[in-house]
């Protein structure tokens, strides 16, 4: 893999070499035959009519008038959206561009965006209506819109929804769908089990929910991780993300008779809105052996100190028992910098997994593993995240702010999220317990 700047450079040295070609020959990049394959494989998940980027990149006519904005955005690396320091990892949903496809784009806009011919064009991507998933075995939605007003903070709204299963079921792929994705920050959807008792009692189904802040003991409450590992993640939505599909025989367990709980983040944005989300569930056709649970490194104890261009935080977490992760999913707030995890092997040498650098508010992606990476029974990882409070960053609502840990933008998280696949009879608890040795 190379580094970024490096593949810039390359990148014009080979456009180059396209435009020489063209004064010799005919040798140009068209639209059909070489632009248009790109974008299938690179821009269409984003942009095409339904998904979230703002113009369609599925035609000549609508690609057409962002020639030039399209060059400008491939060559700064500012599209596609992608933040993986390559020197780290692989990932299946690297969709970072070739330098050789970075020359094409800025080849054939420099060539005037030619069309070429209609015959050369690829046969068109095909995606599911609707959904960047299988057509989904089934779809919960929210009962009612929820009205995010034009300004000022919303709560996190916590919305139960009963699915409704009289069986356990194996998910092999989710994905969360806001219908105003202007104003949805994060989505996580919790998984309920019958035995939790988390909520139950306060929230009615398929009302908004806002917990009180503090238990009835005066300690602070916090919802975020569904107060006990008997409630798991199920996915995570964030604008830009891909949503989650896990290799086959891996999948997440919905116990029979348990709830969804949607906790959705809004964010206004100066429009009165209604948002009236859906997550759509495809079922693995038999049981699997592997089950895929996602955990959250997370330090919840920092300070970062006003004007602090560079502070960091750490979180760890020991595995008693082997496993293989199958994907990352860092989150920040707006002042959030880099952020990198680290497994410290038994053997005490440690490898670096992932690091976003820089590190993007805007672009909470996920970062799927091309092949799970073993953890043997007592490795550790260690998760650092930096912040940048300092007047230089652009995003910081405000520099003068000691930052601590909350659930508001202007205030901080640190977690680094990660998806782990473990026996599919396998508890969470289970996961966490050292194993007895053999001769106790
Ligand atoms: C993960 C989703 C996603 C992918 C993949 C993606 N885009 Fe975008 N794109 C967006 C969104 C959202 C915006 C508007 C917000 C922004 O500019 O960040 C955007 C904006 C743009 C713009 C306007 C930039 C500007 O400065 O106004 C261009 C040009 C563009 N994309 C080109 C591309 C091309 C070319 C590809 C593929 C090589 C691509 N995008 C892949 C989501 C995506």
């Known amino acids: 893999m190379r580094p970024i700047r490096l593949a810039a450079a390359a990148a014009t040295a080979w456009a180059a070499a396209w435009a020489g070609a063209s004064t010799s020959g005919p040798v140009q990049p068209a639209f059909y035959k070489d632009v248009l394959p790109i974008f299938q494989e690179n821009c269409q998940e984003c942009h095409r009519t339904g998904e979230i980027a703002p113009f369609p990149l599925t035609t ?13 955005a491939v060559l700064a690396h500012k599209m596609p959206p992608w933040f993986a320091d390559p020197h780290y990892g692989s990932f299946s949903n690297d969709r970072s ?8 784009l800025v080849a054939w806009v420099d060539a005037g965006a030619p069309a070429g011919d209609e015959k050369d064009a690829p046969a068109p991507r095909r995606f599911t209506e609707g959904w960047n998933i299988a057509r989904p ?32 079921k194996w998910v092999q792929a989710a994905e969360m769908r806001p219908s105003a994705r202007g104003v949805v920050h994060h989505i996580v959807v919790f998984v309920r089990p019958p035995e939790s008792t988390w909520l139950r009692g306060e929230a009615q189904p398929g009302v908004p929910y806002v917990p009180p802040r503090k238990n009835p003991d005066g300690s602070l409450r916090s919802d975020i ?14 604008p830009g993300m891909v949503p989650d599909i896990w290799p086959a025989g891996v999948a997440k367990k919905i116990p029979a008779g348990s709830d969804l709980v949607f906790q959705i ?91 976003v650098d820089p ?75 050292r194993p007895k040795k053999a001769a106790e």
Request: aromatic share 12%.
């Open 60 to 72: 000549y006519s609508s690609s057409r008038p962002w020639a030039k904005a399209i060059k400008a």
């Open 97 to 104: 561009l070739s330098k050789e496809q970075i020359a094409t």
């Open 359 to 433: 590190y993007d508010f805007h672009w909470q992606l996920s970062y799927k593993e091309r092949h799970p990476v073993e953890l043997p029974p007592g490795t550790r990882f260690e998760c650092t995240a930096w912040f940048d409070n300092s007047v230089n960053n652009p995003n910081n609502p405000d520099p003068a702010a000691e930052v601590r840990w909350g659930e508001q933008t202007r205030e901080e998280m640190m977690v680094g999220f990660f998806d782990v696949e473990i026996p599919a009879d396998m508890t969470v608890r289970g996961f966490f317990t």
């Open 137 to 168: 075995d089934a779809v919960i939605a929210m009962t009612q819109p929820f009205r995010v007003p034009a300004t000022g903070e919303v709560d996190y709204q916590y919305i139960v929804l009963p699915t409704g299963f009289t069986g356990d």
């Open 225 to 238: 991780n569904g107060n006990n590992l008997a409630n798991e993640m199920l996915t995570i939505y964030t």
């Open 265 to 355: 983040h809004y964010t206004t944005n100066g429009k009165a809105v209604g948002d009236q989300g859906k997550i759509g569930l495809v079922f693995a056709k038999e049981p699997p052996a592997r089950r895929a649970l996602t955990l959250p490194a997370a330090n919840l104890g920092f300070r970062i100190p006003p004007g602090e261009a560079n502070y960091r935080v750490d979180a760890k977490m020991m595995f008693p028992n082997g496993a293989e992760v199958l994907s990352f999913f860092p989150h920040m707030h707006l002042r959030g910098r880099a952020f990198q995890y680290v497994a410290v092997y038994p053997d005490g040498h440690s490898e670096t997994l992932l690091k």
